[in-house]
């Protein structure tokens, strides 16, 4: 008894590190989504989740969709842009 105690022990020892190591995964793929800019927020004041928007970004004129993010604020997206049905970007 006092040896498989030791091996849960050492097994439960063990997998500390590896859950430690999928929360800081999932934290660092959440760096890597990148927030839109604030003119594509601005260029969605006042409209309607799936309105048309437009707004001038400093790689040039971009047209799109207004989408909701996880915060709750609208946001212009490129039809080419991928964004998560649920309201966040990626």
Avoid: I, W
């Amino acid at each position: 008894m006092l040896k498989q105690m030791r091996v849960a022990v050492a097994v439960g020892v063990m997998s500390v590190p590896a859950l430690g190591l999928a929360q800081s995964s999932s934290r660092n793929d959440d760096e890597h989504h990148h927030a839109p800019s604030p003119e594509s927020v601005a260029a969605c004041k006042d409209k309607s989740e799936g309105d048309t928007c437009e707004y001038d970004a400093p790689r040039g004129h971009e047209s799109g969709t207004c989408h909701k993010l996880r915060s709750g604020e609208l946001a212009c997206f490129h039809p080419h842009h991928h964004h998560d049905q649920d309201g966040g970007t990626r």
